[in-house]
């Protein structure tokens, strides 16, 4: 017979004024099992601690039940304490009566009644519980981070910097990644590419940093310490050790087609490397458009080039790596506008999006930095920016707000008065969002100074009338209908999730919040952590998040992976599942519930001397999620610290 | 030959009765006989809707409650008005349980959505594209509508169908099959004032002298609509219009949707009634008629 110990906690007043404690403790007396029983204010406090120490000594007590706040506020701390006993921290049980009792039950006997019933159902499972212990698993002390842009390369940066390896993983043909795309930054306005640049070959020239683009994550296994990646590193078709990036084959290549890098608002060759500043800076055959793989033809870059490092027959490369961690940075996709049918029926040359503008306004992009109206080359006189596009839109199923489209319109202003001190320039805004160091200052500039006009109000329509794009909308401040012809419409596309994220979190076994970004374990507390060991987030995949932003949590992210490689190895959960498998009949049902791919099939043999197939769980990947034990149909599995015979008590109790 | 409870409403048992003619004639060429429904009341759209909830349920959902008793799955109205106050009827039945469980049974409505309510816009275009183009006898090859939908065909989304709310479809695709050109233009569910069609004529004056210069603007030689109230503001008010912009362009013709749609199908000019239109249609159908070699004209 379990000798229980039971501590109700008045948590200041937050239980003691809606629940009787002393009447809890009272009650806990006549349990079964029960040799002592309490009520203190503090139990989380030192002295309440002692309090629990004293009576295990006292009365011999084997079993610790608290009756308290959330198991996950103080559960480590009341399992801390009994260990200092010499008691097993699993031999503790907690009783949550502050958030699932007084915080919401409001009269004081019904409160009260509800408490000893959950004491009672905690002092069952108690009674059952049995001692856990972690085993200790290795670290692989390497990171994979995926995605090249700012915030993957300032993970591995910060990781490379610590002493460990990181392996960089970009599926472009450079890394860059958006801030690549980006003319100025805001709120200092210094050029994107002349801060991002040093530190992209910075990470290329790192030797703890092994980059691989044109590349893409195909498989992740394993676990916290212990993954091993598949990564298929797609045909170049270039002979990376030869190439000297001459760009003889590029200037000689005769196909043109839309560059992605430009936004579509210049071109590239079929093969190429998408801009100057590139990481690596040698090309790729694009092998959709290439002449040599669509009609067998040409072959041009071949005989042009002079190190003979173009390879036709280059086949993709898939390699497998051992990481301890994985970084997941991989970034944003922009709103497609075009499902805003009243804008110009959705396109228009001259309706272009903020990251067009970007490329349009760049010295090294399409224009040369002159920016010109797309359908004929003219100056633009009256530019109209647009807020919010996609962003804080039920109808578009985009309800948030995309953060960073406030800060880079106001600097689009200041970019476009600087070329066209006489043009007009009009900001049609829902409100001003510019929570950050320096940012108000910086948008009351772009107002003040450089005469952006701000009107506060949505657009309506937008249709082309001549040679001009006339907009309508309304001026909430002033209550009338405005028009205004413009010559270049700037669309603050919103920010969304990669298309692809989905995929990515389901390999990965992360989670992903309704509009597919990647979920953090704790919207506060742990914000750059995912709900599965060992894999944190970075910058924009998270939520639309801005330069700085992106590689604060950039540093963070590798923070952690920094933690975790700190340790000399791991101790596994304690509470995971556990298959019984003399009574498994392999039906396999647990390892379609798994969320986290920790349950494989496994062959074992009968005593007759057959083989059979059962489950098995691997402890270093469970995280004790239950859902496995829930959908056994034979009842074969347990989740140490929560098994079947705990529940099934707990539920007898709560039926008394 | 496939039967539709049609409900004509006020305007096209009165004022636009040449769209209740062309309607039931296209329809019927097209295979599908529409029933009107017994003995019908106002739909509400006039002030009725917006004074009381519980009238503006009733009714429609007298006319809902009739179909169900016709033994007729779906009813449609031309009338865009009419349309509206019908879908929104059973939408409020949907929603509001307490209304539906005291109205319904006295409304003779077994479910709110045991009718189906369509437009009859809606109706035709979901007729099969080959179907109607095979029945097509007079190519109306010149004519180029802007077609011209309003606010209630398409609106509220979500609850009128699948048509864009912003950028709907259906009636370009049914011109074109007729051979006729639609132009591209960007004021298709802008709104033609027939809200305040008495109380500020002003602002509908306005309103209507820009839609017709969009149009004309786009390259239309005529406007297209599938609304009463819609065509009023476009054809009765045009020459008033016209005046408040010293407008000195030709007028633009306005058609209901299912004229079009009637004269290609072959019915006789003579038949539909385009005398009943202010802005006269003539030039423009002699111009297009005689193109198509004098088939189905007079």
């Not at chain 1, 930054?185 to 030797?207: G, Y």
């Not at chain 1, 049609?428 to 969002?433: A, E, H, L, S, V």
């Not at chain 2, 912003?166 to 011109?175: R, T």
């Not at chain 2, 820009?210 to 239309?220: P, T, V």
């Amino acid at each position: 017979m379990p000798r229980i110990g039971v501590f109700i906690c008045h948590c200041g007043i937050n239980i003691e004024k809606t629940v009787d404690t002393a009447k809890v403790a009272e009650a806990a007396r006549s349990f079964p099992g029960v040799v002592f029983a309490a009520d203190y204010k503090y139990m989380c406090s030192d002295p309440g601690q002692n309090m629990i120490l004293d009576a295990i000594r006292e009365y011999n007590l084997d079993r610790i039940v608290v009756g308290a706040c959330s198991p996950s506020l103080h559960e480590p701390t009341f399992q801390a304490c009994v260990a200092k006993a010499d008691l097993n921290p699993y031999f503790f049980e907690m009783a949550n009566l502050r958030e699932q009792v007084s915080w919401v039950t409001h009269d004081r006997e019904m409160a009260t009644e509800k408490a000893i019933q959950a004491v009672r159902m905690a002092v069952a499972k108690a009674g059952k519980s049995e001692p856990l212990a972690s085993q200790s698993l290795p670290i692989t002390k390497k990171a994979l981070v995926i995605g090249g842009g700012i915030s993957g390369i300032q993970a591995a940066l910060d990781i490379a910097e610590a002493g460990f390896p990181v392996i960089l993983v970009e599926r472009e043909p450079s890394i860059g990644g958006r801030m690549a795309q980006l003319d100025k930054t805001f709120p200092t306005l210094d050029c994107s590419a002349c801060i991002l640049t040093p530190k992209m070959v910075e990470a290329a020239r790192n030797p703890n940093i092994t980059i691989h683009t044109y590349a893409e994550v195909e498989n992740v296994a394993g676990f916290i310490g212990n993954f091993e990646v598949t990564i298929r590193k797609k045909a170049r078709s270039i002979d990376m050790s030869k190439c000297t990036g001459c760009g003889v084959c590029y200037e000689k290549c005769p196909v043109k087609v839309p560059n992605k890098f430009e936004e579509g608002t210049g071109e590239r060759k079929a093969i190429y490397v998408p801009f100057p500043q590139a990481v690596p800076n040698k090309p790729v055959i694009d092998r959709e458009v290439c002449l040599h793989f669509t009609k067998g033809k040409c072959g041009i870059c071949a005989k042009m080039c002079p190190a003979e490092a173009v390879v036709y027959n280059q086949e993709d490369e898939v390699i497998t790596e051992k990481v301890g961690a994985i970084i997941v940075a991989t970034g944003f996709d922009l709103f497609d506008t075009k499902r805003y049918e009243e804008y110009a029926g959705g396109a228009h040359p001259d309706m272009i999006t903020s990251l067009q503008f970007e490329r349009l306004i760049n010295a090294s992009g399409p224009t040369q930095g002159k920016l010109r109206r797309p359908s004929d080359g003219k100056e633009p006189e009256t530019i109209v920016f647009i807020q919010c596009v996609g962003s804080r839109d039920d109808k578009m199923g985009r309800p948030y707000c995309s953060r960073i489209c406030c800060m880079y319109t106001a600097k689009q202003t200041i970019l476009v008065r600087e070329k066209f001190p006489n043009a007009r320039i009009f900001v049609f805004f829902m409100d001003i969002r510019t929570a950050g160091k320096n940012y108000e200052e910086f948008c009351r500039r772009a107002i003040e100074d450089y005469n952006a006009e701000y009107i506060r109000g949505r657009v309506s329509k937008i249709y082309p009338s001549g040679d001009k794009l006339i907009v309508e909308g309304s001026d909430t401040i002033l209550g009338r209908p405005v028009e205004i012809a413009a010559d270049l419409v700037v669309l603050a596309a919103g920010a969304e999730a990669r298309a692809d994220a989905k995929d990515l979190a389901r390999m990965l076994g992360i989670q992903t919040d309704q509009y597919n970004f990647f979920s953090e374990a704790h919207a506060k507390l742990r914000p750059v952590e995912t709900m599965t060991g060992g894999i944190f987030l970075a910058g924009a995949c998270q939520f639309p998040r801005d330069i700085p932003d992106c590689v604060a949590s950039a540093s963070a992210s590798a923070a952690k992976a920094l933690a975790l490689f700190g340790k000399p190895e791991l101790a596994s959960l304690p509470t995971v599942a556990k298959v019984d498998e003399s009574r498994c009949s392999g039906c396999m049902a647990c390892l379609s519930v798994c969320p986290y791919s920790a349950v494989t099939m496994e062959e074992v043999k009968n005593k007759s001397g057959g083989i059979r197939e059962v489950a098995r769980v691997n402890p270093g990947v469970c995280q004790g999620c239950g859902a496995c034990a829930a959908a056994c149909n034979a009842g074969v599995i347990d989740l140490l610290g929560y098994t079947n015979e705990q529940i099934a008590c707990q539920v007898d109790a709560a039926l008394l | 030959m496939k039967k539709i409870a049609y409900f004509p409403g006020c305007s096209l048992a009165g004022m636009d009765a040449e769209y209740d003619e062309a309607s039931r004639l296209a329809a019927r060429e097209l295979g599908i006989e529409l029933v009107e429904v017994e003995d019908w009341n106002c739909c509400g759209a006039t002030s009725g809707h917006s004074t009381d909830k519980e009238l503006s349920v009733m009714l429609p959902g007298r006319t809902l409650g009739t179909v169900e008793k016709m033994g007729l799955d779906t009813v449609t109205a031309a009338c865009a008005a009419c349309f509206s106050r019908l879908v929104t009827a059973q939408e409020i039945l949907k929603e509001d349980k307490e209304m539906a469980s005291r109205l319904m049974p006295e409304l003779g409505i077994s479910s709110p959505d045991a009718v189906k309510v369509l437009s009859l816009l809606r109706v035709i275009a979901d007729i099969p594209k080959d179907e109607i183009a095979g029945k097509i006898k007079v190519r109306l090859e010149g004519l180029k509508p802007a077609c011209y939908y309003g606010c209630l065909i398409a609106r509220p989304s979500g609850l009128v169908g699948e048509e864009h709310p912003e950028n709907p479809m259906a009636m370009d695709n049914l011109m074109s099959l007729t051979g006729a050109e639609p132009v591209r233009w960007y004021h298709k569910t802008e709104c033609c004032g027939a809200a305040l069609s008495l109380s500020r004529t002003d602002i509908v004056l306005a309103m209507n002298a820009k839609l017709i210069k969009m149009a004309r603007d786009a390259g239309a030689n005529c406007i297209v609509t599938t609304c009463p109230l819609c065509f009023t503001n476009l054809d009765l008010r045009q020459p008033q219009a016209r005046k408040v912009v010293n407008e000195t362009a030709p007028p633009m013709p306005a058609f209901y949707f299912s004229e079009i749609l009637a004269l290609a199908l072959g019915i006789p000019r003579k038949k539909l009634g385009f005398d009943k239109h202010t802005i006269d249609v003539g030039p423009l159908l002699d111009h297009v008629l005689g193109a198509s070699a004098g088939k189905g004209g007079e």
